[in-house]
Every structure is written in structure tokens, then in C-alpha cells.
């Protein structure tokens, strides 16, 4: 058993080690003494941890079903004995633990969004092949697949540090070959490949999607249900998919053998952005995409995180909304704009002259109507009192006159 292993590990240190230790125990204090022996504890029961974990997370098939070829005319590498396909391309990837891996690039003329497939861990490229191919037509994606180190034609021995190494490896390629930017990528995790999955989503705020196909809780708790996650414990999911921002898709089989329906659930509950999972009713481990509702489920997924806004454009707008004016601001600019609004409106400037004349008339005509008044007051005078008459009415005649001038030199 495991934990059988890890205790007769603890007995398989180095006695050279052990005495080196005990000798630099006389020349530094006993404190540091205790942290070096627990840094050798720790670095070997790492070592055998990861070895432990290998051998049950691990079952690369023997032999490969598949061979890398190159094209004698073209140069292309191809993947033997699968025809040539226009649309896909064969890669080897060097990561940045000296392993290379092969991957392959299903490209559709339609895609918007890039899924980046881990695999199981009892699979390889050839036999995912086909899937890879109908994947890509029914969801229309362009699909990144890749074998682990250690999988396939893929050097190296396989380990966690490893998986996760080659994941990097093939989403810089993306980036860097594809031109794929980090929130058109929609990432894939299918059981152990939830492992590289949700570490690499943990660290990348602007991821489109992830998806998650028979997850794991952790290594461990495959095995034994614990509740608590032990340091050597390996692909930590349960801790790892709180950091994810983006939609997260869960599919499990609810009969499924190898890992329990349970993990799936918890990791939809500790969800941020969780997304109606499917439960894939009389479901296995290793035969979800058999059933109708599989690939239904999971293109009305990609068509909707599809449809959602860009998360770097939403902070671009968070960034633009804080730069923006305060609200004062904004009101006096809204009272500015009325003015300018009324200004508009105004009539041209021969249009105003004369809209300017007819307000001189109103008094005039006001004036000349007080005028005549006084006429016909002294029209009933008139007998009596002709001399002062006449010098009102020339009074009055020269006002009017004077506003006539004043008409004319506004005219």
C-alpha cells in the first residue's frame, strides 16, 4: 500500500547522509541542525512520494500507439499510421525540464476558441486521434493535444513537475506559433489531466474556460478518503480550483469506478464562476463521450463562454470608469452642454437682424399708439387751444421720427 511505502522510505535514507549531518551538528547550533535534517526528510520523502505516485497515476501504454514519421517531400512530421490531414499538425515541444514532447494542432476554419486537451493517464495521442478530430468539427474549436513526458514518442519519465512542465510547454506554443491569446484558450482536463489542467488555470486570471472531465479531488484521495491535504500529496485540486476565475464546466459519470462521482461534485461546490454541470447518468470512468448528452452539453458550454465578454476588456472598463471625471464634474459638463445646445438653434445672423428689428417695433408701435392717444385728446381741445396743439403734435412727430431713425440704423 501507500502508506506502506512511505514508511519503509523513511528507512531507506542515505547512512553517508545521515553522518555528514550528524558531524556539522558540532559546529552549528542545534536548531539549524533540526531544520537541514527536516529539509533532507522532506527532499527524500518527496522523491519517493513522486515515485509512489507514478506507479499508480501513471500507465503510459506499452507500446505507443503511435509512431512520428517525417514526409520525405513536405518535411512535415506525421503521425504514423494516421493519414495526413491538411488540418493538423504534428509538433514536438521541448519543455523547461529537458523533456520533448509530441503534440498534435487540429485546426477548423470556424473556430473562435482553442481547446487545450490533457488527456488521461492511461491514453496517448493515437488513441485520442480520432476523438481530437470530431471534437473540433462538433464544437468547433480549433484543439491543441499533446502527450505527457514519459507517453507516446514523448521522452522523459512521467511525474506530476513533469505534467505540469509540459502543459507550459504546449500553451506558450499556442501563444507563440498560434498567435492564441490567453482569453481564447479554453482548457481540458480529462481525470489525471485535471491535475496540469487546474494548475496552469490557477495561474492565468484571463483564461476563456476551463472544463473538467472526471476530475480528481487529489492524488490521494483516490485512494483513501482524507479530509485533510497532505504535503506529499499530489495534483491538489481541491486546493487549486479556488484560484481559477473564469466558467468551469464539471462532466462525471455517476457510475464511475476509478474516480467517485464525490470528487466531481466538491470541485463544482468550491467553484468561483461554476457552470451547470452534467452528471452523467449510468456514466463510467471512460465512456462519457458515448452519450448524446455529452457532446450536447459541452457545445451549448463553449457557445456560451463564447458569447461572454472579455475579462481583460471588462478591466480596461473598471480602469476606464476610475480615470473618468468624478460625478461633480460630470453634472456641471451636462449643465455646459445645454447652453451650447441653445446656441445652435439660434437662427442665422440675418435671421437674428431681423428677428432684432421686429423687437424694435413692438415698443414703437407701443409709442405710437400713446401717440395717437394724445391726438385725440387735443382733437377735443382743439378750439380752444390750437397754438399748444400744434407744438404737441410736432412734439409727437418728432418722436416718432426719432424712432423711425433708430429702426432705420438697426435696419
Not at 182 to 203: C, F, K, M, N, W
Not at 249 to 272: A, N
Not at 290 to 315: A, G, M, N, Q
Not at 359 to 381: A, M, Q, V, W
Request: with cysteine; glycine share 6%; aromatic share 8%.
Amino acid at each position: 500500500s501507500l502508506s506502506l511505502s512511505l514508511s519503509l522510505s523513511l528507512c531507506l535514507c542515505s547512512q553517508e547522509k545521515s553522518f555528514n549531518l550528524k558531524n556539522q551538528c558540532s559546529s552549528i547550533n542545534q536548531g539549524e541542525c533540526y531544520l537541514r535534517r527536516d529539509r533532507a526528510r522532506k527532499k527524500e520523502m518527496g522523491g519517493v512520494t513522486s515515485s509512489v505516485a507514478a506507479k499508480f497515476a501513471f500507465f503510459p501504454p506499452s507500446p505507443p500507439s503511435y509512431k512520428v514519421v517525417t514526409d520525405e517531400l513536405t518535411g512535415l512530421l506525421l503521425l504514423a499510421p494516421f493519414p495526413h490531414r491538411e488540418n493538423v499538425e504534428i509538433l514536438k515541444l521541448q519543455t523547461r525540464r529537458g523533456t520533448e514532447i509530441v503534440a498534435m494542432y487540429v485546426r477548423h476554419p470556424m473556430a473562435t476558441s482553442t481547446l487545450l486537451y490533457s488527456h488521461g493517464n492511461a491514453a496517448d495521442l493515437g488513441q485520442m486521434y480520432e476523438l481530437f478530430i470530431e471534437l473540433s468539427i462538433h464544437l468547433k474549436v480549433n484543439l491543441m493535444g499533446y502527450d505527457y513526458s514519459g507517453y507516446g514518442q514523448s521522452t522523459g519519465k512521467p511525474s506530476e513537475h513533469n505534467t505540469y512542465a509540459d502543459i507550459e510547454a504546449v500553451y506558450k506554443c499556442l501563444e507563440e506559433t498560434y498567435g492564441s491569446k490567453q482569453e481564447d484558450v479554453i482548457l481540458y482536463g480529462q481525470s489525471v489531466g485535471s491535475g496540469p489542467t487546474l494548475d496552469l488555470a490557477s495561474r492565468l486570471p484571463q483564461l476563456r474556460a476551463v472544463v473538467l472531465h472526471s476530475p480528481i479531488l487529489s492524488g490521494l484521495r483516490v485512494m483513501y478518503a482524507f479530509k485533510k491535504t497532505y504535503w506529499f500529496d499530489i495534483y491538489k485540486n481541491i486546493d487549486k480550483i479556488t484560484y481559477v476565475d473564469c466558467p468551469v464546466l464539471i462532466i462525471h459519470g455517476t457510475s464511475d469506478q476509478v474516480v467517485d462521482c464525490g470528487h466531481g461534485k466538491q470541485l463544482w461546490e468550491l467553484c468561483k464562476d461554476k457552470y451547470e454541470p452534467l452528471w452523467v447518468k449510468g456514466g463510467n470512468h471512460c465512456d462519457l463521450e458515448h452519450y448524446p448528452e455529452f457532446i450536447r452539453h459541452l457545445k451549448k458550454f463553449i457557445t456560451t463562454v463564447e458569447r461572454l465578454p472579455c475579462r481583460r476588456s471588462e478591466e480596461k472598463k473598471r480602469v476606464d470608469d476610475a480615470a473618468a471625471p468624478p460625478a461633480p464634474r460630470k453634472s456641471v459638463d451636462n449643465r455646459r452642454e445645454k447652453p451650447r445646445q441653445s446656441t445652435e438653434r439660434k437662427p442665422p445672423k440675418s435671421q437674428s437682424k431681423k428677428s432684432s428689428s421686429s423687437k424694435l417695433r413692438i415698443p414703437f408701435d407701443h409709442h405710437l399708439d400713446r401717440s395717437r392717444r394724445s391726438l385725440d385728446c387735443h382733437d377735443k381741445t382743439r378750439k380752444s387751444v390750437d397754438h399748444s396743439h400744434s407744438h404737441q403734435i410736432e412734439r409727437g412727430r418728432k418722436s416718432v421720427d426719432r424712432l423711425d431713425r433708430v429702426r432705420s440704423e438697426s435696419n
